[in-house]
């Protein structure tokens, strides 16, 4: 992978952890999303990568403790939800913890 590509990818994460900080995704982080989509270099691969990672590490970050709260599993929803990952990107932890 070249390093414009690689860039965008780490872009791309950091956009997503900042938007998703308070687990919604406001009219005006949408667009800034939409807009960084149609910029960047990436491959529809390279996003459901980034996406993919992202989600790991919520279900990581979860989990860590054993238990899983009501809090823990509205944030999970909200992620899948707002940032529209579909289900066939969902790892099996996460579809038990949205169930």
Known sequence: MDEARAQAKEKLRALIERVMADSKI???EREEMQTFYVQA???VGDVREVMSRYLRAVQDEVLADGHVTDEERARCRAVVSELKIPPSLWPGEIRAIVG
């Open 41 to 43: 270099l990436l491959t």
């Open 26 to 28: 406001e009219p005006a």
